[in-house]
């Protein structure tokens, strides 16, 4: 079987039995050549050079003028004059140990401890642990990225380190779940609507069994300074407060 890459990435696994033959990856400057093997390729148009990344077994890797076999956890690089690199070991996989397992925000901030000798990152998450299918595929020069959360549900976050040869590293996978709480919704007092006195009552809907709020109330819509007043409520979806000084205000709250 041969494939042609002409650009981008591709990860392949060739079943060790004796009804799979031979499968070749071809880019414009080598040949990836697996059988019984786990291992990626790669082709950038814009340096004409292909990156080849074992992962279990050992690949063959020829170029114009000469070839090498690339064992299980080492890669090389070949650029355009056809000529392989001796194999160079990959980086180890990074530990994503310290992020949750759960996350409740609309957001994903993922952070974890640099690799050495990495000068990039790759970050992909897939809603299955055998990445099939790939929902997001992107890469960070520091050892920390942002990203939109996906749905709730389960999801599967996989992390390598790219070391200044283009190669990339060991894959960390970490299975993860999406949980956000609903917000809920303001209901008193409305937008716009004056209280008068120094006493004010504060309402919400979605209460849930054993749910705990966090209010609060500030004189800028960007909630910062002295101004600012906060309450951890729990049990019921209303506070009152007392000694509201006039002006004017506003407040949030969210669950916990």
């Not at 809603?127 to 890469?139: A, L, S």
């Not at 749905?151 to 599967?156: C, E, Q, T, V």
């Not at 951890?232 to 979806?237: C, Y």
Request: proline share 9%.
């Amino acid at each position: 079987v041969q494939l042609g890459l002409d650009q981008g990435r591709v990860q392949t696994a060739v079943k060790p039995h004796g009804d799979v033959g031979r499968v070749e990856i071809r880019t414009p400057v080598a040949i990836c050549a697996a059988r019984g093997t786990r291992c990626r390729a790669a082709f950038d148009p814009a340096t004409r050079a292909a990156a080849d990344e074992a992962l279990a077994g050992t690949v063959a890797v020829s170029g114009a003028r000469s070839a090498v076999s690339v064992p299980a956890d080492f890669g090389t690089r070949v650029e355009s004059n056809g000529t392989p690199i001796p194999p160079v070991r990959l980086l180890t996989a990074p530990d994503l140990s310290g992020i949750s397992a759960t996350t409740l925000t609309l957001r994903l901030r993922l952070q974890w401890p640099p690799v050495g000798g990495a000068v990039r990152y790759r970050i992909q998450l897939a809603p299955d642990p055998r990445f099939r299918t790939v929902i997001e595929d992107t890469t960070s020069t520091s050892a920390r990225l942002s990203l939109p959360a996906p749905p709730d549900g389960a999801f599967w976050l996989r992390v390598r380190a790219i070391d200044r040869l283009g190669l990339e590293g060991l894959d960390a996978v970490k299975a993860m779940t999406e949980d956000r709480l609903p917000p809920p919704t303001p209901l008193s007092p409305r937008p716009g609507a004056a209280v008068t006195g120094t006493r004010a009552a504060f309402s919400w809907s979605g209460a849930a069994a054993g749910a705990r709020y966090r209010w609060q109330l500030a004189r800028t819509p960007g909630f910062a300074g002295a101004a600012t007043l906060e309450r951890v409520i729990a049990g019921k979806s209303d506070v009152t407060i007392d000694g509201v000084q006039p002006g004017r205000y506003v407040w949030r709250v969210a669950v916990i």
